[in-house]
């Protein structure tokens, strides 16, 4: 994926748009406050944000009125990171914030959430009604002994009653943590027993794939194996009884009680989000009650340019941390649309049907989907009303340039389309959504607000125009406070810290192009790096699934004991396809035209298919593992994969080879 600098935008905001938009009032507004340069558009405001940090969030809270219950001593009182110490004395609560609309009489009936399952049946929430039961069910794990800092969980999928489970939780002062209920049980228990819960919500099962999913046993299991369990809280999805022992969820709702927010510190936990652990227990990263708030309203708001008119949708799960940024989308007022089943029920066109039913304007999904609807032919701008679409926004792996096509012609051409990237480590964007500025085909709009992201040789050398490691050279408020049962803080300090101290290094290859976007080139500690030249494996996706005979692939670069370097090609192919020699040619020679000849493969090798982690991206590095000959017990953790037995196949592969 090269950065098309000198192409012309494929999209351009119109002069109305950018004057309509929340970055472009607020940079007016901040000019006259705190001196906020008043010309020069996006860059300047960008510029001005990571120059004048401290001023900058400063304004960010002002703006957004957020409510300190006690005043802070200073905006960043240590900037060391990891460490940095974001608005010490102060103290707040989140879901204090989340639930304001409810006290505005002209927004209280309003729907705060629309949920919609598979057979598209369509069920709101109001802001009054959401407020109400998270005054009932906060009042109630206060009565069963919650206190601010205990851990509560959750097995539940994408429903209206996570988002009350977790405004109630943050209410009290709680911690909270969530999987999805198509985790087996050795994938949550890797969660959640490293940070004990108190109580645990869950359901008797799901709805996928036009299925019912029996979950009983699993979570049976889970009570078994989490003995610092208080309580178990059942949610009838598939109308069973609640197991003995287990509270009733409408018993715990129903009551009028209005909400009481316990204020805590700025930096006091809010919840807890996992890696993909594929190589391991999954990291525990902790994220703060004011971290979250104030990134949130800078993305949500400023970012996504949402407000009290929009419904925000995006494809997730309760296990990914979009769920979470998903929910922040309540901060300005926006009404969630919760989507809870699959993405292709009963056809691929799924995600398309729920934006038209509930009008979505912000339309968020994984660039996998994007993909899928391109390949199968469909045509949602003539199939579906998608007229009050403002954005679709993809993340999960870089949009290929293809993406970007098929969205502008298959959707609408006055399209606003985001590609973003970012990661559960900070629960947001490093690059990504501006309103105000144009798209370039294969390219993140520009870096985000508040954030100093550089491309960096590995000498720390910044770069521009070429690939680098990306790193964040000062800190952001949503970084991780610490991860979980990690006392002195070495496994967050050799997480990010390690390759340049006092700077956060993600582990992605970046280019940042001369005009300020941002092209992503996949994981740097996946990297393929033949003859001294660095590659990111998602230039290689983006090539050879552009073929119809090729489902997914996967790219492998290993260095051999001889000092050679085999980089395989793992195909999974279409049904009816075959790998023959002409299709072996024609993948070679599309990398070849498109890429270079470096990038050409040395094999190229049909598998029943892709691995990924439980939230669907590729596992590299566990693969390479297994090539280079590690024990498969050693090279993933087995409860991060979404069919293990994928993984028999390199295996296999390896024991051939050695």
């Not at 957020?66 to 001593?73: D, I």
Request: net charge negative; charged share 20%.
């Amino acid at each position: 994926m090269t950065a098309a600098a000198n192409d012309a935008p494929l999209w351009q905001p119109g002069p109305d748009r950018v004057a309509a938009a929340a970055v472009t009032r607020f940079q007016s507004w901040a000019a006259e406050r705190y001196g906020a340069p008043a010309d020069g558009g996006y860059p300047a405001l960008h510029r001005w944000s990571v120059d004048e940090l401290d001023t900058f969030w400063q304004a960010v809270a002002d703006w957004f009125d957020v409510c300190f219950s006690t005043p802070y001593e200073s905006v960043l009182g240590n900037r060391t990171m990891p460490g940095a110490q974001w608005f010490p004395g102060a103290t707040l609560n989140y879901a204090e914030h989340a639930l304001r609309t409810a006290e505005d009489p002209l927004r209280a009936d309003a729907p705060a959430l629309l949920h919609v399952d598979e057979t598209h049946t369509q069920t709101a929430v109001s802001w009054s009604e959401l407020r109400r039961r998270v005054g009932s069910l906060a009042a109630e794990l206060r009565a069963l002994g919650v206190t601010p800092g205990d851990r509560v969980s959750a097995y539940l999928p994408n429903i209206p009653q996570a988002v009350v489970a977790f405004l109630a939780t943050a209410a009290v002062g709680g911690v909270w943590t969530s999987c999805a209920p198509d985790f087996g049980a050795r994938s949550v228990l890797d969660r959640f027993q490293q940070v004990e819960p108190v109580v645990l919500f869950t359901v008797d099962g799901y709805r996928y794939g036009g299925k019912e999913h029996d979950r009983t046993d699993t979570v049976a299991e889970l009570r078994r194996e989490l003995p610092t369990l208080r309580a178990v809280v059942h949610i009838p999805l598939l109308g069973t009884e609640a197991p003995e022992g287990a509270l009733e969820w409408s018993a715990l709702t129903a009551a009028d009680t209005e909400p009481v927010f316990e204020h805590v510190p700025f930096d006091h936990p809010l919840w807890v989000l996992y890696s993909s652990g594929t190589t391991g227990l999954p990291k525990a990263i902790v994220q703060s009650q004011g971290g979250i708030l104030l990134e949130h309203f800078k993305q949500v708001g400023l970012h996504c340019d949402l407000g009290p008119d929009d419904r925000f949708f995006w494809y997730t799960s309760t296990g990914w941390m979009m769920w979470n940024f998903l929910v922040s989308g309540l901060l300005t007022g926006t009404t969630l649309v919760l989507y809870d089943g699959s993405p292709g029920y009963p056809d691929v066109s799924a995600q398309w049907r729920v934006a038209e039913q509930t009008g979505t304007t912000l339309f968020g999904t994984s660039a996998a989907y994007v993909m899928a609807c391109r390949k199968a032919g469909v045509h949602p701008g003539r199939d579906f009303d998608l007229s009050r679409i403002q954005c679709v926004a993809t993340t999960g792996s870089p949009l290929p340039p293809d993406g970007f096509r098929w969205l502008h012609d298959e959707v609408a051409d006055d399209l606003w389309i985001a590609s973003v990237s970012g990661g559960t480590d900070v629960c947001s964007c490093f690059a990504g959504a501006v309103p105000t500025l144009p798209v370039h085909i294969g390219e993140l709009q520009a870096p985000c607000l508040g954030t100093d992201l550089r491309s960096w040789d590995p000498a720390g050398k910044p770069l521009i125009g070429e690939v680098g490691e990306l790193v964040v050279t000062a800190p952001m408020p949503s970084m991780p406070i610490r991860f979980w049962n990690d006392p002195d803080g070495s496994r967050y300090h050799d997480s990010y810290f390690d390759m340049y101290p006092g700077v956060w290094r993600h582990g992605d290859w970046i280019t940042l192009t001369e005009h300020g976007s941002v092209v992503i080139h996949g994981r740097s500690d996946s990297t393929l790096n033949r003859q001294g030249v660095r590659m990111g494996s998602a230039d290689i996706y983006e090539a050879v699934e552009r073929l119809p005979e090729i489902r997914e692939s996967l790219v492998i670069g290993i260095e051999e004991p001889d000092g050679g370097y085999w980089m395989p090609l793992f195909v999974h192919l279409a049904d009816g396809a075959a790998l023959d020699d002409d299709l072996r040619d024609s993948i070679k020679r599309t990398i070849r035209e498109n890429l270079s000849p470096r990038h050409v493969p040395d094999e190229v090798i049909e598998v029943p298919g892709i691995p990924h982690t439980l939230t669907g991206k590729r596992i590299e590095v566990p693969v390479k593992r297994l090539l280079q000959g590690t024990a498969l017990t050693k090279a993933v953790n087995p409860g991060s994969i979404d069919n293990l037995e994928l993984l028999h196949f390199y295996e296999d592969l390896a024991r051939k080879r050695h």
